[in-house]
């Protein structure tokens, strides 16, 4: 899947319910985020700094989560657990690997770790070495600093590689019960169910076999597939396209309007620039999907998110 550090991405066959969300693959939420739910997969669970989960992680792998960063109930891992400094985690942490935990961490019901557990001095090690740096500096070894520049280059892990299915939740973007809000587009995977009013002020792909409880809303352009469910209305200030036997319980309101002829909805139709019924063969897919994906500016590669 082609990556892009603004585009909330919903991979195939996802659960939202009332309290989590069910995934497969890893999952990383960025810098800032608000996720009123908690996370479930069989992946990985990356957190960035400063961000908010409402809920519980529980993940079969590892997880890290960055400096800052609150997590309103449990943390489960069947791998090893990384806490940055300052998090806060409300409920039990349960880690059958290492733990390893920054400082003034707060695990407010106790931790249980079957591994090592390190505790990272307050002082980053990054002082550590400025200061014996700077010792070899006044004592003339310049060579010496040369040396250990050039290993701690060689040494550098760089990125940390993601599965090739992921969820990923941008920077500032907010999951909520009742609004899922992002600057980017949006991308949805197939056979999910999702709740939330989803608001982006980019472009929206919906995928086919998928339940919305909720809207659509999109300054850019919104693509729904087939046989789509949504308790909600339809906006967007470009076009919509609707695929065949998808249900709309509200109004459609865009620019341009293009729906197959299978298309129900309950509300009314408002266009700008007219609406178009089209047959199945009248536009493909995955044209549409490219179209889509080309869109997208200032694609990445999803190691580069990590740093």
């Keep these: 899947m082609v990556f892009d550090r603004d585009t909330l991405v919903i991979p195939d066959n996802t659960i939202f319910n009332d309290s989590c969300i069910e995934t497969t693959g890893d999952v990383i939420i960025g810098d800032r985020c608000l996720v009123q739910f908690g996370l479930k997969t069989d992946g990985r669970i990356f957190v960035g700094e400063h961000a908010i989960i409402d809920g519980d992680l529980k993940a079969t792998r590892d997880i890290r989560v960055d400096i800052f960063s609150r997590i309103g109930g449990k943390v489960q891992s069947e791998g090893n657990v990384y806490l940055g400094e300052k998090v806060n985690v409300d409920g039990k942490l349960s880690v059958v690997g290492d733990l390893d935990v920054g400082d003034s961490v707060e695990i407010k019901e106790g931790f249980e770790a079957k591994g090592w557990i390190n505790i990272r001095s307050p002082i980053p090690m990054i002082i550590y070495i400025f200061i014996y740096l700077s010792q070899l500096l006044k004592m003339g070894h310049s060579e010496e600093i040369e040396r250990i520049l050039m290993e701690l280059e060689e040494n550098d892990e760089g990125s940390i590689p993601i599965s090739e299915i992921f969820l990923f939740i941008p920077n500032n973007a907010i999951v909520g019960l009742k609004k899922i809000k992002t600057d980017g587009d949006t991308r949805i995977g197939d056979k999910s169910t999702i709740i939330g009013n989803i608001h982006g002020k980019g472009s ?65 139709l408002f266009s700008e620039e007219g609406t178009t019924f089209i047959e199945p063969y009248d536009y493909n897919a995955d044209e549409t999907l490219r179209r889509f994906e080309e869109d997208i500016n200032h694609f990445e590669p999803i190691d580069d998110a990590l740093e």
């Design 204 to 268: 929206v792909l919906v995928g086919d076999d998928i339940i919305i409880q909720g809207g659509l809303h999109a300054d850019g352009e919104i693509y729904i597939g087939k046989n789509v469910k949504l308790t909600g209305s339809i906006h967007a200030q470009k076009s919509i396209r609707i695929d065949e036997n998808t249900e709309v319980d509200g109004n459609i309101k865009a620019k341009k309007i293009f729906l197959s002829k299978t298309v129900k909805t309950k509300g009314t």
